[in-house]
């Protein structure tokens, strides 16, 4: 059972940004996923969640123009960011929560994206 994040890197300020993660081992049909990213010397903050109805929420850092989706049957799910800014500079994360059990979470493994022209 595993969420395995990718597409992180190095992008520059003002472009787009887009990371995924594919759920193994269980199906995303019942959690709720949720992006967070943690920057250096901060606290992990939430950036963006989906419920599995399809309903997202957004931080204000973000809100405007990220966009969160979700593919149950594939089991992924993906966040964009447009005109990024080197505050966007952190390690992201993707989480799934059990709508069923709320004890139940799974953690992806973080990726770094870095902005920098």
């Known amino acids: 059972v595993q969420l395995q994040a990718s597409g992180g890197g190095l992008v520059q300020p003002g472009s787009s940004l887009r990371l995924s993660c594919a759920a193994s081992g269980f199906t995303l049909d019942d959690y709720t996923i949720g992006w967070f990213r943690q920057a250096p010397g901060k606290e992990r903050e939430g950036v963006s969640s989906i419920i599995s109805g399809g309903r997202s929420y957004y931080a204000d850092s973000v809100k405007g123009r990220a966009f969160i989706s979700r593919e149950n049957a594939k089991g992924t799910t993906d966040l964009e960011i447009d005109s990024v800014m080197d505050e966007d500079t952190a390690v992201y994360f993707c989480?799934?929560?059990?709508?069923?059990?709320?004890?139940?979470?799974?953690w992806g493994q973080g990726t770094q994206v870095t902005v920098s022209s």
């Open positions: 989480h799934a929560r059990s709508v069923l059990n709320d004890r139940i979470d799974y």
